[in-house]
């Protein structure tokens, strides 16, 4: 009897580490039995420590090296030099409980918080990319040299000297071994209580959320019109790939542009973006509430209550598919002058009949 005990037990462990994988993996089964078995690991834990003219601190970073973001961070600094010895070479779980015994027997916690805030508003998505180049090159060196600029930037630190050791992980042991990230348990429980109780989710809960299936940012957009060649708003479907502006003053909004070369530092403008229809629904009242997907993770949100409008495709898209158009178009008056000249047949066989 216990040994089946166990085994229910087991099973459930694994499928709640299956539950857990599939959200980081966008729904992927997969790639989920991979994180599971530890073969598919999409995050790094980036264990450092630096030293400036004012400052002594520690970091522990879990950065996801596909999305090329920063998931969590936890930091402890103080002026205090003994902080150099802490050991970044100890395994992740080890150095974030160090760092958390040393946070929670000091009492500069609002020097903390005011350190992490502008790191990680400094930790832009361009930073991130490069970043994750470095890591695919494995390239420590460069990648403390980075930090070690991006940190006097942001933190306006002097003479600082970093230290960074990277170890490979996944954000299924994040989620289950780390004691300070955020976690997605709850909130997945929160929406199965009212899966349960209603029997079904609001609405809403259709709709892309950040943190949700693998979706890191929304911004919000606009359509672009095209008067001539655009199609009908109405015809738009899941899977069209339509240009769109993105009109969100989030910072992010301007890096995802320069990342795409598609921002404009003279104007301050971001040109139009191409992005692939996820959803698109009317609703009563509201217009067209359509979510397109930019890039992986990155998500832009359109409403339009116009009805009568043509949206403007991505051209290389339109390309692809005006051949098709065009071959059905030009076989149009083949057809009709094929019918017709069968009707003339029949007509003059029933009037020599007669």
Do not use: C
């Amino acid at each position: 009897m216990d040994n089946n005990d166990n085994a229910y037990s087991s099973l459930g462990d694994q499928a709640k580490k299956i539950d857990i994988a599939l959200h980081y993996v966008s729904g992927d089964m997969e790639k989920a039995k991979k994180m599971v078995a530890n073969s598919y690991q999409d995050m790094v834990a980036m264990k450092g420590k630096f030293s400036s003219s004012s400052l002594y601190g520690s970091f522990l970073l879990f950065f996801n090296k596909y999305y090329g973001t920063l998931e969590h961070a936890l930091f402890v600094v103080s002026p205090d030099y003994q902080l150099e010895s802490m050991n970044n070479r100890e395994d992740w779980k080890i150095f974030e409980k160090e760092i958390m015994t040393v946070r929670n027997a000091g009492s500069a916690s609002r020097v903390n918080n005011d350190f992490s805030d502008k790191f990680q508003k400094g930790f832009t998505l361009t930073f991130g990319k490069e970043i994750g180049r470095l890591i695919d090159k494995n390239d420590t060196t460069q990648i403390m040299y980075l930090f070690q600029r991006f940190m006097q930037e942001s933190t306006e630190l002097k003479r600082i000297e970093v230290d960074i050791e990277l170890q490979k992980t996944s954000s299924l042991q994040m989620e289950l071994d780390s004691v300070t990230s955020k976690k997605i348990t709850l909130k997945k429980k929160d929406e199965d209580e009212a899966k349960n109780s209603s029997g079904s989710l609001p609405s809403e809960s259709d709709e892309p959320q950040v943190g949700i299936n693998g979706v890191k940012l929304i911004l919000s957009g606009a359509l672009v019109l095209s008067p001539i060649k655009g199609k009908h708003i109405s015809l738009i479907n899941s899977g069209d790939k339509i240009m769109i502006s993105i009109i969100d003053s989030a910072p992010q909004a301007v890096e995802i542009a320069k990342a795409f070369n598609a921002y404009d530092a003279e104007q301050k403008r971001i040109d139009p973006l191409p992005g692939r229809v996820k959803s698109v629904n009317y609703v009563d009242g509201v217009g067209y509430k359509i979510f397109a997907i930019i890039a992986k993770g990155i998500i832009a949100k359109i409403v339009e209550e116009e009805g009568n409008i043509k949206v403007a495709l991505d051209p290389a898209y339109q390309s692809s598919i005006e051949p098709d158009e065009a071959k059905s178009s030009s076989a149009l008056p083949m057809i009709i002058g094929l019918v017709t000249a069968i009707l003339l047949l029949l007509l003059f066989v029933v009037l020599v009949l007669l």
